[in-house]
């Protein structure tokens, strides 16, 4: 399954007192994180956004901290675009991406190519 078809949108961090807030920018190139449609539960309801949820990656290496929510993962982001992003380990870090609550997704991010 392509990225693309997950409906994903680049982020960028902004705290705003104790909450995460986060906005949708572009590029890459302004990104400090990712969100995309959970694609086990995009299968499950059909390849379609109605009851799916999102999944929402953040990047320690681009400056998000520690402490932001989502959490505990963090990745490193390389590529220009939706097309050829790889999700990869930040230092002491999982490579895979593992919900670990909800429906239990655990997969990876590579060239473009969401995969279990």
Known sequence: MRLTDLNPQ????????DKT????????????????????CWRTNGNTSVGTH???????S???????????????MTGTGFDDLTLSEEIGKSRSILLTTGCG??????????HE
């Open 21 to 40: 807030i986060w906005r949708g920018v572009p590029t890459l190139a302004e990104a400090q994180g990712l969100s995309f449609l959970c694609p086990l």
């Open 105 to 114: 997704w655990h997969g990876f991010i590579t060239a473009g190519e969401v």
């Open 54 to 60: 999102s999944i929402c990656c953040w990047s320690s």
């Open 10 to 17: 680049f982020l960028r961090y902004a705290p705003e007192g």
């Open 62 to 76: 681009r400056g998000v901290p520690a402490d932001a929510t989502p959490g505990p993962g963090r990745w490193r």
